[in-house]
């Protein structure tokens, strides 16, 4: 997991608990990776304080409440016809969030090669997947506003505060995305035009979006469960 | 392992970490579909939670490659997380006591979701 590893002036770090202490107490920099994806990961985790606030938040409304709870098994559900198919929208937008994370974990690998036009197409890719997960992410939200009748206030299904945890566990997921989309087209079109070859062909900025990308799908992972499933 | 090098692997490893991860997503939803309850339910979710956010983290992520300084600084901290789930599930429960003690049961009525 952590041998022995290399720095730039060709010395060795020690391993283990003693590369902690020898990391933390160097004299340049504790962590042997690029400042951006240090950045990004310190990013992510203050991230996952704020989406675990909303879930926590989520629990203590959800155990407090005297009302039933409305069953996201039906209030989900979706009918193609015939007898409505539990949660079938949320599972669809699950496979569509997880193929992008594939996606995506290629286009870094691809990267890390230089073959520029793969990482582009590939990120293209995970940016249309992306897009097409907050398209059915609106679906559900007019779904339930409208048809339903779901308000932050209170719905017809049970207890009021369904409503309220919903838009806003789920409308900042979907803000998320929404970020992610854009800023992977973004680095997607610099790799193309070739900005990052005027910088020394280095193709790091790939694998900080891709933690990025990876972290929103994550998410959605604790989301459908909690949320969803529970 | 050099992290300033950059991170290559195999990509077999993605489509296998890929794979698994749509099985797992399936199983999570089969759960839903045939309608476990209690217990059974529960753990099963958790489980499958767990499983994937980890391969999630540890491959996708590469974090599993990652020296042990950066790994403590960002897995260690959301330990704080489930102090914080404690502290609010017995605020959650102690809100739901006092609820029942002074308002009585609920006499809400639900109404069926129309598809």
């Known amino acids: ?230 | 392992m050099a992290s300033s090098e950059g991170q290559q692997h195999p990509l077999g490893i993605y489509f296998w970490i890929w794979g698994l991860l749509f099985l797992i997503s399936f199983f999570s939803y089969m759960v839903d579909y045939l309608q476990f309850h209690g217990m059974l339910r529960w753990s099963l979710i958790l489980i499958f939670m767990f499983v994937k956010a980890g391969f999630i983290i540890a491959i996708f992520m590469h974090m599993k490659w990652e020296r042990m300084a950066l790994q403590l600084a960002i897995l260690l901290p959301p330990i704080f997380i489930a102090v914080f789930i404690g502290i609010m599930s017995l605020e959650g429960d102690y809100t739901f006591l006092t609820r029942i003690e002074f308002f009585g049961e609920s006499s809400f009525v639900p109404q069926s979701p129309h598809h």
């Not at chain 1, 979706?78 to 995506?104: E, W």
């Not at chain 1, 992306?130 to 409208?146: D, H, R, S």
């Open chain 1, 1 to 230: 997991m952590s041998e022995a590893a290399m720095t730039n002036t060709g010395g060795v770090l020690p391993g283990g608990l003693g590369g902690v202490t020898s990391d933390f107490s160097a004299d340049k920099q504790s962590f042997h990776v690029p400042w951006g994806k240090a950045m990004m990961w310190i990013f992510l985790l203050s991230d996952t304080f704020i989406f675990s606030c909303f879930l926590i938040s989520y629990m203590t409304v959800r155990m407090s409440t005297a009302d039933p709870w409305p069953l996201p098994s039906e209030v989900f559900a979706l009918s193609f016809g015939g007898d409505p198919i539990p949660l079938i929208l949320i599972a669809i937008m699950t496979f569509v969030l997880i193929t992008s994370s594939g996606t995506m974990a290629l286009a870094v690998n691809m990267g890390y090669r230089k073959d520029r036009n793969k990482t582009f197409w590939l990120m293209v890719a995970t940016a249309a997947l992306g897009a097409t997960f907050v398209g059915m992410q609106a679906f559900e939200w007019t779904k339930l506003i409208v048809d339903e009748g779901v308000r932050p206030w209170g719905n017809p299904m049970g207890a009021a505060q369904f409503g309220s945890s919903f838009f806003m566990i789920t409308g900042f997921h979907g803000m998320h995305v929404s970020a992610g989309v854009i800023y992977l087209l973004w680095v997607a079109f610099r790799v193309k035009n070739g900005f990052y070859e005027k910088r020394g062909g280095n193709y790091e900025i790939v694998e900080i979006a891709g933690l990025y990308w990876h972290f929103v799908d994550l998410v959605w992972v604790f989301i459908f469960a909690f949320f969803y499933l529970w």
